[in-house]
């Protein structure tokens, strides 16, 4: 039998899980990692300690791939997005990665947004101007940490620097250098004004390579670390989001995929670039047939665990013998769709689709002295998702209704979420019974890049079939008549935020 190995470099944990050549999953392995909140704003990763969980998931996969005498075809990577990571002469760390979450450049980015040069490098880049990106990270070190940037001789994000341990070799997959705010995806090439500002030129940056590229022959020292055969491809791969997509069939304008996890996005594949006019979704390349354009949301299901964990009665919970989740879910049932006139808007941690703002935060709408913390449970649940809801609206009015939804993530596990989702939506939600989602995602990939597939299309045939959920007709003409208020509401406090924050940071 030959095995796939198909990895995902996240924010908090290497995920790795075997496939065989028809991508059905045989085994997977997980390794976690600590991100490092030391300041406000901050969220790193340590590089040795995302190495070594990549190296020991790598070890363990190949450990069962002999164990049943299999072969391995090739390991392929996803990763997270938009990770920041300086290097200096020999490609050592001279910093922590910074991650997608960090918002220390939220000033820096703030004040580039109300310069007319930030529609100008949205359209060529067509990466919207946030704190998460690359280029507003160095455009903040620029300011803030000059002598530590003057120090940099490169500058990687975690995939370029694994591949390099791996491999010597300096090189990006297309799809992360276009998630970065500084690639051209006109000219497909780096974008001369982001260097231009952020003073770093091309030969500090990685060369750019196809995410099918493969890389062959471990250096000495990667050998010693990896116990897989010299001769095995690792393949580049892609972001996770796009990876995601293609692990769940989603790989063009006819099927969207939403995601809700930690944290949530709205993504289609297309097979042209979209860019919104009104800068309210990314458009980013995966390869030079295929863009993925969405919006991805800071707030998901770690904005619903704050709700549980603050408005579920642990005496009830040891009650009813029954853990916070479950508990919450049988409370959010109970409730009406709506929850009896109550919107949450869930920006606890400042916004990216399709506001863009991490100055902006959370709040409730329409509280009064009939609310029950079953309503306030209720309308968290309902907030994030029509969050997701107001992304969905943008992706059809640009890329076209959808003929099919793929949903995925940890919010599947609850029946009364994947319910909702399809009743504010409007559209049946398919949820995705895939294996692994980036990891599958990756995997697929690497059979293209062996020339087992030609076409990522190919890969329908061989996923499971989606239990789909049809909207209820009354709680989607409920929704119908929320979700405008949830953004009129959204749209009005939006002056506001800025204060807010900074009031709370004095």
């Not at 116990?227 to 692990?247: E, L, R």
Request: charged share 20%.
């Amino acid at each position: 039998m030959e095995y796939l190995l198909g990895i995902d470099v996240g924010t908090v944990r290497t995920k790795g899980i075997l496939y065989d050549s028809k991508l059905q999953p045989k085994k997977g392995f997980r390794e976690t990692y600590p991100l490092y909140r030391d300041a406000k704003g901050m969220a790193e990763q340590e590089p040795a300690e995302v190495l070594a969980a990549v190296e020991k998931v790598i070890n363990q996969a190949y450990q069962e791939v002999q164990r049943n005498n299999c072969d391995l075809l090739a390991i392929a990577f996803s990763s997270e997005n938009q990770s920041l990571l300086l290097l200096d002469e020999n490609f050592q760390p001279i910093s922590r990665i910074l991650t997608w979450a960090d918002t220390r450049a939220r000033l820096v980015a703030s004040r580039v947004k109300r310069n007319l040069i930030a529609r100008e490098l949205y359209m060529d880049t067509g990466t919207p101007i946030h704190p998460m990106s690359p280029f507003t990270k160095l455009l903040w070190l620029k300011e803030d940490q000059p002598e530590r940037l003057k120090a940099t001789t490169y500058v990687a994000d975690i995939k370029s620097y694994l591949f390099h341990h791996f491999f010597g070799e300096f090189k990006i997959d297309i799809s992360v250098a276009s998630c970065s705010g500084m690639w051209n995806i006109n000219t497909r090439t780096w974008d001369r004004q982001a260097l231009e500002m952020t003073g770093i030129s091309t030969s500090q940056l990685p060369e750019i390579v196809e995410s099918t590229t493969q890389a062959i022959g471990l250096t000495t020292r990667a050998q010693k670390e990896l116990h897989v055969p010299v001769q095995t491809p690792f393949v580049y791969g892609a972001f996770g989001g796009a990876s995601s997509n293609i692990g769940m069939g989603a790989v063009d304008a006819s099927t969207a995929a939403i995601a809700i996890g930690t944290s949530a996005a709205v993504r289609v594949i297309t097979d042209s670039p979209v860019i919104d006019p009104h800068q309210r979704l990314f458009c980013y390349t995966l390869d030079n047939e295929h863009w993925v354009v969405g919006g991805p949301l800071n707030n998901g299901g770690d904005v619903y665990q704050w709700a549980v964990n603050h408005l579920v009665d642990a005496k009830a919970v040891t009650n009813e013998k029954k853990t916070p989740f479950q508990l919450a879910n049988q409370i959010i049932e109970g409730v009406p769709a709506g929850s009896h006139g109550l919107i949450f808007h869930p920006f606890l941690g400042g916004e990216r689709a399709p506001i863009w703002d991490a100055n902006a935060r959370g709040s409730f709408f329409g509280l009064n002295l009939l609310h029950t913390r079953a309503d306030m449970l209720r309308s968290v649940m309902e907030g994030i998702t029509m969050n997701v809801g107001s992304v969905f609206e943008v992706v059809r009015d640009l890329v076209g209704d959808p003929e099919k939804i793929m949903a995925s993530g940890g919010f599947t596990d609850s029946e009364v979420w994947r319910q909702m989702l399809a009743d504010v939506i409007g559209f049946p939600v398919g949820v995705a019974m895939a294996h692994g989602g980036c990891c599958l995602g990756a995997a697929t990939i690497a059979l293209k890049s062996l020339g087992r597939i030609d076409d990522y299309a190919e890969v329908k045939g061989m996923l499971s079939q989606p239990e789909v959920y049809d909207p209820d007709d009354m709680a989607a003409y409920t929704y119908q008549k929320y979700q405008p208020l949830f953004n009129q509401v959204e749209h009005l406090l939006t002056p506001a935020y800025e204060a807010i924050s900074q009031l709370q940071e004095k």
